[in-house]
């Protein structure tokens, strides 16, 4: 969206028409918050069957999308989900651990003793003028 306000910014960019092109990136982009997975594995625990037009017929696989059930297919389906999710979830772990450490390496907190005189300075709107 950024792209397209500034390229086209002079010449105008309808972007609400633009947002299901949008959405379509963002779902398709792995993001390192959940793992360097899509959204959609971490939804549907399968990669999107949609068919990349930048791929050659040799490199389609002849089954894909196709569905093949065997004995334990909801357990063993239920399980691989399971398991993505939960790599989603550590990895968004990391994520606020990293971002939490660089906030605090660049803000970090103020220390004070006890009886130490501290004065804090109210922004005008607490203070009443």
């Not at 939960?86 to 970090?108: F, T, W, Y």
């Not at 103020?110 to 922004?123: E, S």
């Amino acid at each position: 969206m950024e792209y397209d306000f500034v390229q086209m910014g002079a010449k105008g960019v309808n972007w609400a028409q633009s947002l299901p092109n949008y959405q379509y990136i963002l779902n398709k982009d792995p993001k390192e918050v959940l793992a360097y997975k899509t959204p959609f594995e971490v939804c549907f625990a399968r990669k999107c069957n949609t068919y990349n037009t930048a791929m050659t017929d040799e490199e389609v696989v002849e089954n894909a999308g196709k569905c093949i059930s065997f004995e334990g297919d909801r357990r063993q389906r239920s399980k691989h989900a399971s398991n993505i999710r939960k790599q989603a979830v550590k990895a968004n772990d990391r994520c606020r651990e990293k971002m939490i450490r660089g906030h605090l390496r660049s803000h970090p907190p103020a220390k004070y003793n006890v009886g130490q005189k501290v004065y804090v300075r109210l922004p005008a709107k607490e203070r009443g003028y």
